[in-house]
């Protein structure tokens, strides 16, 4: 069972254990998820809807692994007294994915998405550097994702995990290369606002039918174009500590190594990038000490890998599209939108 630590503070492992099927299978029916994990369908809709009406849990539509689209890690030095002015500006465009306040050289570290690579090149060059604020930047284009975003919380077993697993979707590592029609752009913007909304809700907002929703949908799923992920507030689930790893790992075994990191229960995102230190790291562990025992792992298991430099992450501002109170609350939603036109948002 994962650490509880915050039982008592409005999450309890029931919540977890719930959490954690969701985790695996975030559109998962509460009639076939809350059998196996030993309680009815009627409690697990209550409690998820408890939990996500307090903004402590959310499900958001991801890009699929087939999916063409480029990232970068945007990192800023912000004016001296207006680090959050600055976080809540970047948070604000719709390429910004996420956006963390973090120790060390830089004030604040993002993530981007874009459509293709001159969008992205213009984001770096020209709408980012505009923003109230900055100082100064540094930008380091992304090459390869390893990481998933069904994270396990350790709360369900293996053979609970099994059935509940959504196998419909694509898992095989291939070329980015399929693209999206409008259409489905706006279905995957709908899915941002609520990642498990019903298709008939889904087909009122698209004006189409609850038909050709679930029809859509279904083969987006089937051909690795989208995805889902449930996230939370960490803090209130025993995770409350984030950090940045920045690892030099050679040439010849960035595959491996990012394959294999982004296999530790810890990893949250591992993306190999250009540059001198070509794989950034973010794990989630329950306390700031937990840190170390991920390093002697990088030390024992990757024994040709270098940390170039580490941080901690003081709070997330936004998390995937997620604005967040300083409890990791969601309290707001700016739809992760890599086709959007940059010159709508300021």
């Known amino acids: 069972m994962t650490d509880m630590r915050s039982a008592g503070r409005g999450v309890d492992e029931i919540d977890v254990l719930l959490l954690d099927g969701l985790h695996a299978n975030p559109r998962i029916s509460f009639e076939k998820l809350g059998p196996v994990l030993g309680i009815s369908a009627a409690t697990a809709s209550r409690r998820w809807q408890r939990l996500s009406e307090s903004g402590r849990a959310w499900v958001s539509s991801v890009p699929g692994p087939h999916l063409d689209l480029v990232g970068a890690i945007y990192e800023v030095r912000a004016v001296p007294g207006q680090i959050p002015e600055v976080a809540h500006r970047l948070a604000r465009i719709p390429q910004v994915i996420s956006v963390y306040y973090t120790d060390g050289g830089f004030d604040l570290q993002t993530i981007l998405l874009a459509r293709d690579m001159p969008t992205l090149g213009r984001l770096l060059s020209e709408h980012l550097p505009s923003v109230p604020g900055i100082a100064r930047a540094q930008a380091h284009v992304g090459i390869e994702w390893y990481s998933g975003v069904h994270w396990h919380l350790g709360a369900i077993d293996a053979l609970q995990k099994q059935s509940v697993e959504d196998r419909a979707h694509s898992n095989d590592r291939t070329v980015r290369n399929r693209t999206f029609e409008p259409a489905d752009e706006a279905l995957f913007l709908a899915l941002q606002h609520d990642g498990r909304a019903r298709y008939r ?31 939370f507030a960490r803090r209130q689930g025993g995770w409350s500590a984030q950090y940045v790893l920045w690892l030099s790992v050679p040439h010849n075994r960035v595959t491996q190594v990012g394959l294999e990191i982004a296999g530790w229960p810890e990893t949250r995102i591992c993306m190999s990038t250009v540059g001198v230190a070509n794989m950034m790291v973010m794990s989630q562990v329950h306390t700031i000490p937990d840190l170390y025992d991920v390093l002697e792992r990088v030390r024992r298991t990757q024994s040709d890998v270098v940390v170039v430099d580490q941080r901690l992450v003081l709070q997330a501002v936004k998390s995937w599209g997620r604005l967040l109170d300083s409890d990791g609350h969601a309290i707001d939603v700016v739809p992760v939108n890599p086709w959007g036109l940059l010159d709508e948002h300021e």
């Open 201 to 231: 809700d889904l087909a009122r907002e698209l004006g189409t039918s609850e038909h050709l929703v679930r029809r859509q949908l279904d083969s987006l799923i089937r051909r690795g174009m989208i995805g889902f992920r449930t996230d």
